[in-house]
């Protein structure tokens, strides 16, 4: 005969026979571990629990009775397959909610015996201050379990077992709920879109699932699923396939604001779906659901049935989209995406490759200047070490550096200038802007040392040049106003499938350049352009300040800034150029094409076009 503990811990009959005479089977890590049968025991009965609003940081010896309302393990940051801490929710039966943490150094005292879901006394605990500006509850301390803690299992639990908290979503879209704390939204699915797939920042296959949601005061947001969540309702709607309807609650959900429009999208492996589950939550909603939503709300009425499994892969994102060369994207007179297959040849020389961004959105930061009615001398002015987001209005000490790279592509029509943003720069170079800065990037923004850093482009860009992509661009709403003619990369790729594919779309009768003919710029200078301060382009989640927008037209030969120069990383441009080519007047242009230089923004004077000489 044996016993078992709850954590399948077992011991010897004769052992248990004598725990059996304590009514317990055993202490492990801590832990004491009850029989089923004599879960009451003495052992276990604690009077003096403390809530969470009630904790008080100067006494150590405290005992809780709290659930595990969630739990995750973070990897380690060098080494993902090793755990660096796991995470929790942990609410009392009031249904107040306190984050909680195991360090590394203690997982091997309390991995076992902490799961999802089961309700513990926790015995001696100690309390940290949550250092991240994003929160998953609201309270600024959290549980740390230490050498000292204690765990005891316990199977009474006279509170709520999910802890909701929803937040309606009128207060949503109207800016009332703050965007650093995590929110429960409930809703019935509307507008189910088809699934997609893409490639995430570690060149892993994910889905994403987009919908709205209605609530039963008729308001709508947008819920965006990511991963395993949309894995989740990819299943639910696979075994269900005659449901019409869903109700879901997002659980520790995260608000998402995208030009001027909130959506909730979940938030790593914190947030909690459920898809009509058997809750008394949905049960409600489900009842309270009117007639007059009953045909507006339902997934009959919004597509048909069976399309929710369409993937959509990076092949349709590429080879679905309208695919033009280079020249003809300067004729765009309406926002759209298009697809154009083209080499990146080199960066604008004097547009910095980063900038230093908000920690809650992608929006710069910008120095914040404290005005002192006092005099001060030059010696006495200090560099500025908060900064604001002027989207946000909050202040910020240690901003976040992200990409914004400017580049030059060439296709056999002509060259173009493109913005990668951050997301698919990150993706593209497998490192964040923050690494690549270094580990003195605190101590850089706080010396306001911007320009410096972001102005020396890093080694590991240039290893983007002469490489051919195919870039899905956003012709917005913005650049068309603005006449602008540097356009927003949402997507890029180089998977030889998709460039083959498009390669066969190529028009063939065009003859493509030879090696002999096409200089590959390190960089080049933008053109001089006037500045429209306080105006941005938005291209997804990216922002591109009309500053760094160039103004030439998409088929303009490189032009070099008059105070620039143009540097090579190849040795063979450090020759003279003149002895291999000839330099003929502008227009010297063919007699059966349109001079573009003419439209050149007034510079046509100062483009050149090298020719190779003929050898005799």
Same mark, same amino acid.
């Given at each position: 005969?044996?016993?078992?503990?709850?954590?399948?811990?077992?011991?010897?009959?004769?052992?248990?026979?004598?725990?059996?005479?304590?009514?317990?089977?055993?202490?492990?890590?801590?832990?004491?571990?009850?029989?089923?049968?004599?879960?009451?025991?003495?052992?276990?009965?604690?009077?003096?629990?403390?809530?969470?609003?009630?904790?008080?940081?100067?006494?150590?010896?405290?005992?809780?009775?709290?659930?595990?309302?969630?739990?995750?393990?973070?990897?380690?940051?060098?080494?993902?397959?090793?755990?660096?801490?796991?995470?929790?929710?942990?609410?009392?039966?009031?249904?107040?909610?306190?984050?909680?943490?195991?360090?590394?150094?203690?997982?091997?005292?309390?991995?076992?015996?902490?799961?999802?879901?089961?309700?513990?006394?926790?015995?001696?605990?100690?309390?940290?201050?949550?250092?991240?500006?994003?929160?998953?509850?609201?309270?600024?301390?959290?549980?740390?379990?230490?050498?000292?803690?204690?765990?005891?299992?316990?199977?009474?639990?006279?509170?709520?077992?999910?802890?909701?908290?929803?937040?309606?979503?009128?207060?949503?879209?109207?800016?009332?709920?703050?965007?650093?704390?995590?929110?429960?939204?409930?809703?019935?699915?509307?507008?189910?879109?088809?699934?997609?797939?893409?490639?995430?920042?570690?060149?892993?296959?994910?889905?994403?699932?987009?919908?709205?949601?209605?609530?039963?005061?008729?308001?709508?947001?947008?819920?965006?699923?990511?991963?395993?969540?949309?894995?989740?309702?990819?299943?639910?709607?696979?075994?269900?396939?005659?449901?019409?309807?869903?109700?879901?609650?997002?659980?520790?959900?995260?608000?998402?604001?995208?030009?001027?429009?909130?959506?909730?999208?979940?938030?790593?492996?914190?947030?909690?779906?459920?898809?009509?589950?058997?809750?008394?939550?949905?049960?409600?909603?489900?009842?309270?659901?009117?007639?007059?939503?009953?045909?507006?709300?339902?997934?009959?009425?919004?597509?048909?049935?069976?399309?929710?499994?369409?993937?959509?892969?990076?092949?349709?994102?590429?080879?679905?989209?309208?695919?033009?060369?280079?020249?003809?994207?300067?004729?765009?007179?309406?926002?759209?995406?298009?697809?154009?297959?083209?080499?990146?040849?080199?960066?604008?020389?004097?547009?910095?490759?980063?900038?230093?961004?908000?920690?809650?959105?992608?929006?710069?930061?910008?120095?914040?200047?404290?005005?002192?009615?006092?005099?001060?001398?030059?010696?006495?002015?200090?560099?500025?070490?908060?900064?604001?987001?002027?989207?946000?209005?909050?202040?910020?000490?240690?901003?976040?550096?992200?990409?914004?790279?400017?580049?030059?592509?060439?296709?056999?029509?002509?060259?173009?200038?493109?913005?990668?943003?951050?997301?698919?720069?990150?993706?593209?170079? $497998?490192?964040? @802007?923050? %690494?690549? +800065?270094? /580990? &003195?990037?605190? #101590?850089?923004?706080?010396?306001? !040392?911007?320009?410096?850093?972001?102005?020396?482009?890093?080694?590991?860009?240039?290893?983007?040049?002469?490489?051919?992509?195919?870039?899905?661009?956003?012709?917005?709403?913005?650049?068309?106003?603005?006449?602008?003619?540097?356009?927003?990369?949402? $997507?890029?790729? @180089?998977? %030889?499938? +998709?460039? /083959? &594919?498009?390669? #066969?779309?190529?028009?063939?009768? !065009?003859?493509?350049?030879?090696?002999?003919?096409?200089?590959?710029?390190?960089?080049?200078?933008?053109?001089?352009?006037?500045?429209?301060?306080?105006?941005?382009?938005?291209?997804?989640?990216?922002?591109?300040?009309?500053?760094?927008?160039?103004?030439?037209?998409?088929?303009?030969?490189?032009?070099?800034?008059?105070?620039?120069?143009?540097?090579?990383?190849?040795?063979?441009?450090?020759?003279?150029?003149?002895?291999?080519?000839?330099?003929?007047?502008?227009?010297?242009?063919?007699?059966?094409?349109?001079?573009?230089?003419?439209?050149?923004?007034?510079?046509?004077?100062?483009?050149?076009?090298?020719?190779?000489?003929?050898?005799?």
């Amino acid at each position: 005969m044996s016993w078992a503990g709850p954590e399948d811990i077992y011991l010897s009959t004769s052992l248990a026979s004598y725990l059996d005479s304590l009514n317990m089977v055993g202490t492990v890590y801590g832990v004491k571990y009850f029989k089923e049968a004599n879960f009451k025991s003495t052992k276990m009965e604690h009077t003096n629990i403390t809530l969470i609003k009630n904790i008080d940081l100067t006494n150590d010896d405290i005992t809780m009775k709290l659930r595990i309302v969630r739990l995750w393990k973070l990897p380690d940051h060098i080494n993902k397959k090793e755990v660096y801490s796991i995470e929790m929710i942990l609410m009392d039966e009031e249904g107040t909610k306190i984050s909680g943490t195991v360090s590394k150094k203690f997982l091997f005292k309390f991995s076992r015996l902490l799961n999802e879901n089961i309700i513990i006394f926790l015995i001696k605990p100690n309390f940290g201050k949550v250092r991240s500006s994003y929160k998953y509850v609201d309270n600024t301390n959290k549980v740390v379990f230490v050498s000292s803690t204690q765990v005891e299992r316990c199977n009474v639990f006279n509170g709520p077992q999910f802890g909701f908290s929803f937040t309606s979503l009128k207060a949503i879209l109207e800016h009332q709920v703050l965007e650093d704390l995590s929110v429960d939204v409930i809703g019935e699915v509307q507008d189910l879109q088809p699934i997609k797939t893409f490639l995430n920042g570690e060149g892993i296959a994910t889905k994403q699932a987009t919908f709205k949601i209605q609530d039963l005061e008729g308001q709508v947001i947008s819920v965006t699923l990511f991963a395993e969540y949309a894995e989740q309702l990819i299943d639910y709607l696979q075994k269900h396939p005659e449901e019409v309807r869903l109700v879901v609650i997002l659980q520790f959900g995260r608000i998402k604001w995208w030009q001027e429009k909130p959506a909730v999208n979940t938030s790593y492996h914190v947030t909690k779906l459920f898809i009509n589950d058997d809750i008394e939550e949905i049960i409600t909603f489900k009842k309270s659901i009117t007639t007059t939503t009953d045909n507006c709300g339902s997934l009959s009425t919004t597509m048909s049935k069976g399309s929710f499994i369409s993937i959509v892969t990076d092949d349709e994102l590429f080879l679905k989209t309208e695919f033009i060369n280079i020249e003809e994207v300067s004729e765009i007179k309406e926002e759209k995406h298009v697809v154009i297959l083209a080499t990146i040849i080199g960066f604008i020389e004097d547009k910095p490759w980063g900038y230093f961004g908000c920690t809650k959105c992608y929006k710069k930061v910008e120095p914040l200047i404290l005005i002192d009615d006092k005099p001060k001398s030059p010696a006495e002015v200090e560099e500025p070490t908060i900064y604001r987001c002027t989207k946000c209005l909050i202040d910020v000490t240690i901003p976040i550096p992200r990409f914004r790279i400017e580049i030059r592509v060439q296709d056999h029509t002509g060259v173009v200038s493109l913005t990668l943003f951050d997301r698919e720069a990150r993706k593209l170079l $497998k490192v964040s @802007a923050k %690494d690549l +800065i270094g /580990s &003195q990037s605190k #101590q850089v923004i706080q010396s306001n !040392q911007e320009v410096s850093d972001f102005y020396a482009y890093p080694p590991l860009l240039t290893t983007l040049l002469e490489r051919k992509f195919a870039f899905k661009i956003e012709i917005s709403k913005f650049v068309l106003d603005h006449s602008l003619s540097v356009y927003g990369i949402n $997507k890029i790729t @180089a998977d %030889d499938s +998709i460039i /083959s &594919q498009l390669n #066969q779309k190529v028009d063939l009768e !065009q003859p493509d350049e030879s090696d002999s003919q096409r200089l590959t710029y390190m960089f080049v200078a933008s053109q001089d352009t006037p500045t429209m301060k306080d105006v941005v382009s938005v291209t997804d989640d990216n922002v591109t300040p009309a500053s760094h927008a160039e103004k030439s037209t998409a088929t303009s030969p490189l032009v070099r800034g008059k105070n620039s120069a143009v540097s090579s990383t190849s040795s063979d441009l450090k020759r003279n150029l003149s002895d291999a080519y000839g330099v003929d007047p502008p227009t010297a242009n063919s007699t059966t094409k349109k001079d573009r230089s003419s439209v050149s923004s007034g510079q046509a004077d100062q483009v050149k076009l090298l020719v190779p000489k003929v050898e005799k």
